[in-house]
């Protein structure tokens, strides 16, 4: 599985983002897709994770009600939808794959490159 993210930038406090990840390789259908983060000075952290064709995607409590993410089947791309951003959601944003639940447990094995979100307040 190849990872593509993009979509990074700098945005205001308040504002909007979205970020991309373009999957290829394989892709199954058990397969989910995610978003971790990694702010200066602290651990990467579990963002967002989704199951291509459907099912309830699952968000770390930090970003619940700011943050959607949704996945087009048809292009293998997962959107991070990121709106109201804060300060705090500045770090640099990575897009991961493997089965749903360990992508969601944090152990996810494979990953694209990092893109950066800054926001400033």
Known sequence: ????????????????LR???A???RTLSSYGMGWFRQAPGKEREFVAAIR?????????DSVKGRFTISADDAKSTVYLQMNSLKSEDTA???CAAD????VVN??????GQG??????S
Not at 52 to 60: E, K, L, M, V
Not at 99 to 102: L, P
């Open 1 to 16: 599985v190849q990872l593509q993210a993009s979509g990074g930038g700098l945005v205001q406090a308040g504002g909007s």
């Open 19 to 21: 970020l991309s990840c």
């Open 23 to 25: 999957a290829s390789g």
């Open 52 to 60: 291509w064709r459907g099912f309830t995607p699952s968000y770390a």
């Open 92 to 94: 640099v944003y990575y």
């Open 99 to 102: 089965y749903f639940s360990t």
């Open 106 to 111: 944090g152990s996810p094995n494979y990953w």
């Open 115 to 120: 893109t950066l979100v800054t926001v400033s």
